[in-house]
């Protein structure tokens, strides 16, 4: 099997524009520009605030126990049904996690196995 990693990394604003416009001359040439799968903060402490301890546990519990809903989400990691919902919300839209299913019965779902972390200094 073929472990699967998501970056989740920290990158100054300047950093990430610097990269976008490399990217713009690239596809100017007409060459292919390989895709990078990965999120972006600005500061650790911003990293912190989104990836705490709770959030990082309902993706452990998501990916080991593979909960078939959110309130069964809830029920494993005894959490209020309102905050887990919002916390996979959040996941969700900085890619981290992906939701499948329709409304009245949401199944989120990670593909991937390992975050990797990494700090430009």
Known sequence: MKV????????SVESVLD?????MKILERGEHVQKEAG???????AFRKALTPK????LHVIKTSKPKSLHELAEITKRD???????V????Q???IEKRGD????????????????IAI
């Open 4 to 11: 699967k990693k998501v970056r989740v990394g920290i990158r």
């Open 19 to 23: 990269d976008a416009k490399e990217t």
């Open 39 to 45: 999120v972006y903060f600005a500061s650790f402490e």
């Open 55 to 58: 959030r990082l546990a309902l």
């Open 81 to 87: 049904i309102k905050n887990v919902s919002e916390d």
């Open 89 to 92: 919300k959040y996941l969700e």
């Open 94 to 96: 900085i890619g981290l």
């Open 103 to 118: 409304r009245r019965e949401v199944v989120p779902f990670i593909g991937y196995d390992r975050i990797a972390l990494e």
